[in-house]
């Protein structure tokens, strides 16, 4: 029988090349903090346990982890002052039995960890039943990593962390990707060895490597055949870099599952969206949070979408869609901006410069120009003429409109809430509503009276000073 394996992730590090008040793995790339990335790796192997290394901003890091989907099942352990990566790791060692148990640990600053490289990793420390494995990655640029010092014989000797190494160490372009698993037991004794006369005078996890050696315990390198498992995030420059290929990863998935994207390099898709097949993503979009797309729609050029489903074959363009349901078949945009808690049924349209909150539009329904529609209940079939507002703030409270199936809004109504309109009723153009219109009945406002022979002055070379023009 395979032992347990507990997960730990190191994560006290102040991230000081990121020149942040924030903690590093905070830092979020393609919309998810790099801690969570982290852990979306270690979900996919079976661990007893998670625990995390922090420093003093622990409640920072596990408020956004309950947030990020892990609301249990992990522990938080406090390093103060962090004094290294193997200073980390002890600390997360002392809370733990370490009796007949293996630690896999993981820097909560890798977020492209492949889940295939934790099973081999697994697999192969404990088929070879070692004290120590670590993996390492071939790179074409080792600048920032620990070199991968090797025996004739093939054997990892030590590592050497790069301000330590000396000018041929340096040329080694075998890295320490800094994922390991260890006996737990073996490693707390082999961490008790090490020391901190190094250049940035921590206690660094690597070095249990050579001790390991020293006392003839199995330690194997692995050298991974997974891209991304090596690349951590120490530098802002790095941050960008791995969102950019954490995009392009997500991007490609989506097209192997059948969705078309005109441009990804112009297009973020956070790891948390779902997309149905046979839709298409136009250049310029931008799909975050929660938010899942059905099949057969059209979603962009230039559409920003949060935390929202969207139905299949709907059409979204030049758009800011965020905390809504957008029906199947319907149509948003251009230049429309859908704030939180806007419906909209099967069939539904908001066209050119409409802006929806807290709205519902029913099935077939149109608010197709120039539209404020907020706090609003609207039926089926309706029709919102071009600049017709719903007055829903009255200066001190919010009120709900209503509009019932079938009614005609004509342009420019101003419906002063609260306010509800009957079925197959119509307001005319530009009429100010309160209060209630009843089932199929015509609200009309005040028409503008008309003044003969008072018209545009300029044109008729006219020069009347008691009318104002316009008036
Ligand atoms: C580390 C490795 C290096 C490896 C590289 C891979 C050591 C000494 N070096 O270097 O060999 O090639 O990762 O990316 O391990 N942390 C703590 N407490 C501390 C210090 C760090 O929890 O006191 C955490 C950090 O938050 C980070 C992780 O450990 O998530 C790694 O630390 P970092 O300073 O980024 O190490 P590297 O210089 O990248
Ligand atoms: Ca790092």
Known sequence: VSRSVTGIVLAAGQGKRLKSDFPKVLHPAAGRPLIAHVLDSLSQVELRDRVIVTSTQQEAISDAVVS???????????????????????????????????????????????????????????????????LTAHVKNPAGYGRVIRRPDGQVERIVEERDADEYQRSINEVNA????????????????????????????????????????????????????????????????????????????????????VDISTTYIDATVDIGKDTTIHPFTFLEGNTTIGPRAQIGPQARIVDT??????????????????????????????????????????GTFVETKQTTLGEDSKANHLAYLGDADIGRGVNIGAG?????????????????????????TMMVAPVKIGKRAATGAGSVVRGEVPDEALAVGVPARVLEGKGNRMAQGTDDEDVQQGE
């Open 388 to 412: 017709s507002i719903t007055c829903n703030w009255d200066g001190r409270e919010k009120h709900k409109t209503v509009i019932e199936d079938e009614a005609y809004i004509g342009s420019d």
């Open 68 to 134: 990020c989907g892990y609301p249990e099942g992990v522990r938080y352990v406090v390093q103060d002052p962090p004094a290294g990566t193997g200073d980390a790791t002890r600390v997360a060692l002392d809370s733990l039995d370490v009796s007949d148990l293996d630690v896999l640990v993981v820097p909560g600053d890798h977020p492209l960890i492949a889940r295939r490289t934790l099973h081999a990793l697994i697999r192969i420390h404990q088929e070879n039943d070692a004290a120590a494995t670590v």
């Open 178 to 261: 800094g994922i390991y698993i260890f006996d737990a037991a073996k490693l707390a004794a082999a961490l008790e060895k090490t020391g901190r006369t190094n250049a940035q005078n921590e206690y660094y996890l690597t070095d249990v490597i050579e001790v390991f050696r020293a006392d003839d315990e199995e330690v194997i390198a692995h050298l991974t055949d997974s891209p991304g498992d090596e690349i951590g995030v120490n530098s802002r420059a790095q941050l960008s870099r791995v969102g950019e290929l954490i995009r392009q990863r997500t991007c490609e998935k989506w097209l192997d599952e059948g969705v078309s994207i």
């Open 309 to 350: 489903e969207i139905g299949e074959e709907a059409v979204v363009s030049f758009a800011v869609v965020k905390g809504s349901r957008i029906g199947p078949q319907t149509s948003v945009g251009p230049f429309a901006s859908i704030r939180p808690g806007t419906v909209l049924e099967r069939g539904a349209k908001v």
